[in-house]
């Protein structure tokens, strides 16, 4: 699985504006071209951050969807001016889960999965 590590810096103050527009925009609208999404984490140390990450089955699918998502008409007509004027910057780290993994994420990132579904381990 291929992970993305993505860490948010928004411009002070806006962290709260920012993550409602995650949550009611931008994550379900990534969540329906087929991303897995964990978070977002807030940053306990720094108001002005948040972390979340972006999942993919492979790189050929973390191509395509990205470019879905970045040249798709709710991005580039509506989404883009919103969000792009509250952030100050951000990181990408782009991972792999190792072959010994001890935590599956597949079952946390799953589109459509609900969190009141039992792990399968449980």
């Known amino acids: 699985m291929i992970v993305e590590v ?3 810096r928004v411009r002070p103050g806006l962290r709260d504006r920012f ?3 995650f949550t009611r925009r931008t ?3 990534q969540r329906s071209l087929g991303m ?7 940053s306990l140390h ?4 948040f972390i979340w990450l972006r999942t993919f089955p492979s790189l050929e699918a973390r191509e395509r969807m990205t470019r879905a998502l970045y040249e798709g008409d709710e ?3 509506e989404l883009r001016a919103i969000a792009l004027p509250m952030l100050d910057g951000y990181t990408e ?3 792999e889960t190792a072959p010994a993994c001890f935590d599956d994420l597949s079952h946390a ?13 449980s």
Do not use: N
């Open 46 to 49: 720094d108001p002005d951050v």
């Open 36 to 42: 897995g999404i964990v978070g977002p984490l807030v």
């Open 75 to 77: 991005w580039l007509g």
């Open 93 to 95: 780290t782009l991972t």
């Open 27 to 29: 994550g379900p609208l």
């Open 109 to 121: 990132v799953s589109p459509g999965a609900s969190a009141s579904q039992p792990h399968p381990d």
């Open 6 to 8: 993505r860490t948010y």
């Open 19 to 21: 993550l409602e527009l």
